[in-house]
């Protein structure tokens, strides 16, 4: 729905003026809402009221000041805010740029920026009361004050008006500028100066204390005193206001008019008196009014009326959307049951056990002719000859005629006495439901329908004479009936109602059947009913569907008065929308109770000035006819209070939340006082929420666990009417991140990360090149095993073997002996292959004494043509494996070099155990070796080198053509004797 039509809506289905308070209502049909100290105001006598350019209404009390948003009160005092220098608030005036002045019993304060600040007298009393404050368009401020007119401005204060300029007292309680004249009232009267000059007494005011001055814009000046009454000066002329005119007060202490310039006027003792169209109308305690004892009196700028009380708190009178009729306007029970309207536009309204009233001339009489004041009126009709039928609950029904009543009951042979429903059909047929069958009147005739005669129970409810002669009929239970061409018809109620009760029928122009029920709203149309569930609508009980001028239904129910366009209501009948767009009035609007009443029939109506009247537990709910104005003021909305996880935040536009946040709360106000209860508001946290949120039960958004950055907070609001707020308030929210969250921790982590993975990388290459070394050093050591055992096993059978060949002639015994030699070295090389291959697959050591496999790998290198000998010195240690290995592995690889390459005859290995060392030597007498380690395919002495190496030893090797060859390792002795 367009926001236009919203507003249409809200304007077209509701009555009442928009502005100000209705003159053409009684004062006690206003709204009215009262506040005392238990809804937080700090006492209840109120000195001042008035409202600051932000839209906050602020009340001065005995207690404090306390400022008010239409829902909550914060209160100022001088506990928490020492510049005020009392907590005795006698007057407020507010400035135009959004200030607040504040006269105390002891001073001024000023209120600016969010701030009090204490305006020093320089010299001027220190001590001094400030009974009235108001600033002049020049922007001065006066006070008036126990020591005269006080005048401040830019900063300085002046004694204008005191005694001795001419004021009959110094002691002023009241004041008014009319053109260039201002009025002053003290303790002695009233004085009346043009600038600086005394104008003549003004003859027949009394020289009492004068509370109250008011220039109205007829160019009369109303003076209100102390003791003496009210007085009006007009043309000179001065008129004292008494019992005659309509004015018994003669207390009179506040002073105000309106927008409409009707005069208000606040007495001590008589309540509130409104003074329009030459007319006084009282507001008391007797009509409910919270005190007689009036105060002070402010219209705010929506056109409520705010009364300051003595004892009674703040009261506030605003115009409802509807009027409530109760025991002030004659009734005699505020518990209304049934009404009806006559033919001629008689307006009858019957009550809860004190009979029938009818309304004449704005004000309820009881009705003489029923006879029965106490009665408990269930239902009214008017018939079309005039005659007023009357049922009730307990002495059955009524007709009473110009010249007669007659009672149909036990009493006059009608089997019972409630009546619940009175209908006449268009044969002239007076139906009457009771709680024991149907009984059917015309003329002096009557019969009684029950079970018998097709009923399907004889507890009634209700009753329709539709425009085709039939006659509709509600059961007590459940159900519904009807009566046509002679025979009962059980009508059946669409899903969802067909175990309800129907309380009310409503037959439209075009014929359609609407019925409220305790499920819902049915409509009978085309032959199909439909229903619109409860629950979308006044409650779950309706009690009442009324149509009025406009195409607009009605509905009373257990929790208000419903309204909305009828075909709204058809489309949600027939599934076209899901529920009709309408407006549900409360004690927000007027009523004194949302509560309508629903046990009788009818319980609400059409007048025929167009207005429609209502029954409920507290009153007569009257709404006005014709198309009203609506509250065209755009709602200023304030952000108030932020908690940061429980605890207040710094007013301001900007808030910081330490890291953590866990719960931020903002609480915000719409300043409307018209119907605060019904202002809705849309909130949107930037870059957390989607879209608006709308709120409407409380003004406060919650958000949990906000990360870190700074966002705008937004929100609006509109009013009863749907007018939505002009500007958007805002606020910046920044959530402050932890060290872990900055922006320069998130370039260490990087940095950190950088650099691991830079490492990573590094251990990863340093890792590779170990491995890579591991492997080559693995693929060198087998290497070394493959040349110092195979290799050398092989080269010294060749050896072997080519000396055979060498020795061609020698015996078969002797060449045997030799081949078989050969073959036990190849059998050893063998063995020894397989050992090797055992020790890198199960990494077991070698088997047998250091000294012996020396001997034996140094014997087999050896072969048949060198002499080779192993000699050992000092104590032998036990050697490492790896040790033992590799010392075998040089001196095999030394004697197999020996062999082939130096043409040696004899070779002598020794082992030497020192202190801390092992020393190996193998020399030969050989014709030396040349360097081959560069040579392809030959790598002994690189390997032998490598091998000390590995063992943490020192390789040597000499050699020369007469010398021969000499080997010397020396490796530590790390093994133990």
């Known amino acids: 729905m367009h926001r236009w039509f919203r507003v249409w809506l809200a304007a077209a289905v509701i009555g009442g003026p928009g502005w100000c308070l209705d003159p053409s209502r009684k004062p006690w049909h206003y709204g009215m809402t009262q506040w005392g100290d238990s809804d937080g105001l700090p006492r209840n006598t109120v000195h001042a009221i008035t409202q600051t350019a932000d839209g906050y209404i602020w009340v001065g009390t005995e207690g404090g000041l306390a400022r008010f948003n239409g829902r909550r009160f914060t209160v100022f005092g001088r506990k928490g805010d020492p510049e005020i220098p009392n907590n005795g608030i006698l007057s407020l005036a507010a400035s135009p740029d959004g200030g607040l002045w504040v006269g105390t019993r002891s001073g001024l304060a000023r209120r600016r920026n969010g701030r009090f600040e204490r305006v020093t007298s320089m010299g001027l009393a220190p001590d001094i009361g400030i009974r009235r404050l108001a600033l002049a368009n020049d922007g001065a401020l006066w006070a008036a004050t126990g020591a005269g007119l006080i005048r401040y401005e830019n900063g300085k204060w002046s004694l204008p008006y005191t005694f001795k300029s001419g004021l009959s007292s110094d002691g002023v309680r009241s004041f008014a500028v009319r053109g260039r004249e201002i009025w002053i009232g003290s303790i002695k009267g009233l004085d009346v100066f043009k600038g600086m000059e005394r104008l003549p007494p003004l003859p027949g005011l009394p020289a009492d204390t004068v509370r109250a001055v008011l220039p109205d814009r007829e160019g009369r000046v109303w003076v209100g005193t102390e003791n003496r009454g009210l007085y009006l000066v007009h043309d000179g002329r001065v008129t004292r206001l008494g019992a005659a005119e309509g004015f018994p007060a003669i207390s009179v202490r506040a002073l105000l008019e309106d927008r409409d310039g009707n005069i208000w006027i606040g007495t001590v003792g008589n309540g509130l008196c409104r003074y329009a169209s030459g007319r006084y109308e009282w507001y008391s305690s007797r009509e409910g009014l919270a005190s007689d004892h009036i105060r002070d009196l402010f219209e705010d700028r929506e056109g409520n009326l705010w009364i300051g009380t003595e004892a009674g708190g703040l009261v506030r009178l605003r115009n409802g959307r509807v009027s409530t009729l109760t025991t002030s306007d004659g009734l005699g029970s505020n518990f209304i049951r049934a009404m009806a309207v006559g033919n001629s536009g008689r307006l009858f309204v019957g009550t809860e056990g004190a009979g029938l009233y009818e309304y004449v001339s704005e004000r309820f009489v009881p009705s003489p002719r029923l006879g029965l004041p106490k009665a408990f009126v269930t239902s009214i009709l008017e018939d079309r000859e005039g005659n007023l039928w009357v049922g009730t609950e307990g002495d059955g029904a009524f007709r009473l005629t110009a010249t007669e009543k007659r009672n149909y009951s036990t009493a006059t042979g009608i089997p019972e006495n409630s009546a619940w429903a009175i209908q006449q059909d268009r044969l002239g047929n007076v139906w009457i439901a009771t709680s024991n069958g149907l009984l059917r009147v015309k003329g002096e005739q009557t019969e009684h329908l029950r079970t018998s005669q097709g009923l399907r129970e004889n507890a009634l409810r209700g009753l329709h004479a539709a425009r085709d002669g039939s006659l509709w009929i509600s059961l007590r239970s459940w159900g519904l009936q009807r009566l046509k061409n002679g025979k009962f018809e059980h009508v059946e109620l669409p899903a969802g109602a067909r175990n309800a009760t129907v309380t009310s029928f409503h037959e439209d122009a075009s014929g359609d059947l609407w019925m409220t029920t305790n499920a819902g709203l049915v409509v009978l149309s085309g032959g199909a009913a439909r229903l619109v569930a409860a629950e979308r609508l006044a409650g779950e009980y309706l009690c009442q569907v009324v149509e009025d001028g406009g195409g607009r239904l009605w509905i009373s129910g257990s929790r208000g008065i419903f309204v909305a366009p009828k075909r709204e209501f058809m489309d949600a009948a027939f599934g076209r929308a899901a529920a009709p767009k309408g407006v549900t009035l409360t004690t927000a609007d007027g009523m004194k109770s949302s509560e309508c009443s629903g046990d009788a029939q009818p319980c609400g109506l059409k007048a025929a000035n167009g207005e429609l009247w209502f029954s409920t537990i507290r009153g007569v709910v009257r709404v006005p006819a014709g198309e009203p104005g609506i509250n065209a003021i755009p709602p200023p909305v304030v952000i108030e209070r932020v908690e940061v996880n429980g605890e207040e935040a710094p007013a301001?536009?900007?808030?910081?939340?330490?890291?953590?946040?866990?719960?931020?709360?903002?609480?915000?106000?719409?300043?409307?006082?018209?119907?605060?209860?019904?202002?809705?508001?849309?909130?949107?946290?930037?870059?957390?929420?989607?879209?608006?949120?709308?709120?409407?039960?409380?003004?406060?958004?919650?958000?949990?666990?906000?990360?870190?950055?700074?966002?705008?907070?937004?929100?609006?609001?509109?009013?009863?009417?749907?007018?939505?707020?002009?500007?958007?308030?805002?606020?910046?929210?920044?959530?402050?991140?932890?060290?872990?969250?900055?922006?320069?921790?998130?370039?260490?982590?990087?940095?950190?990360?950088?650099?691991?993975?830079?490492?990573?990388?590094?251990?990863?290459?340093?890792t590779l090149r170990r491995q890579f070394a591991a492997v080559l050093s693995e693929r060198a050591r087998i290497a070394r095993e493959i040349h110092d055992t195979l290799l050398q096993g092989f080269a010294g059978a060749s050896l072997q073997l080519n000396a055979l060949l060498r020795r061609p002639g020698r015996p078969p015994e002797a060449m045997g002996r030799d081949i078989e030699r050969v073959l036990e070295q190849i059998d050893a090389c063998m063995a020894e292959a397989r050992r090797e291959i055992a020790e890198l697959r199960t990494g077991d050591e070698p088997g047998g004494a250091f000294e012996d496999r020396l001997r034996q790998a140094v014997g087999g290198a050896a072969g048949g043509e060198l002499h080779a000998e192993c000699v050992f010195k000092g104590t032998p240690v036990k050697l490492g494996p790896d040790v033992e290995k590799n010392l075998i592995r040089i001196a095999q690889e030394a004697v197999s070099n020996a062999a082939r390459h130096a043409r040696a005859n004899r070779i002598r290995v020794s082992v030497e155990y020192g202190p801390g060392t092992v020393r190996l030597e193998a020399s030969d007498d050989g014709t030396g070796l040349k360097p081959l380690d560069g040579t392809p395919g030959h790598f002994g002495i690189a390997g032998m080198r490598e091998r000390a190496k590995s063992m943490g030893g020192k390789f040597t090797m000499t050699s020369g053509p007469d010398t021969g060859t000499a080997v010397e390792v020396v490796v530590p002795a790390k093994g133990r004797p």
């Open 652 to 766: 301001g536009p900007r808030v910081a939340a330490p890291p953590g946040n866990r719960l931020l709360k903002i609480e915000f106000a719409a300043l409307t006082f018209r119907a605060p209860e019904k202002v809705r508001y849309r909130y949107r946290m930037e870059g957390v929420d989607e879209g608006w949120v709308d709120s409407q039960e409380s003004g406060e958004a919650l958000y949990r666990n906000l990360p870190p950055g700074k966002r705008r907070f937004l929100v609006k609001a509109a009013n009863e009417d749907g007018v939505w707020s002009e500007k958007v308030s805002e606020m910046e929210i920044e959530v402050e991140p932890y060290f872990y969250q900055q922006p320069w921790f998130f370039g260490l982590c990087a940095a950190v990360l950088a650099l691991v993975g830079l490492s990573a990388h590094g251990l990863r290459t340093r």
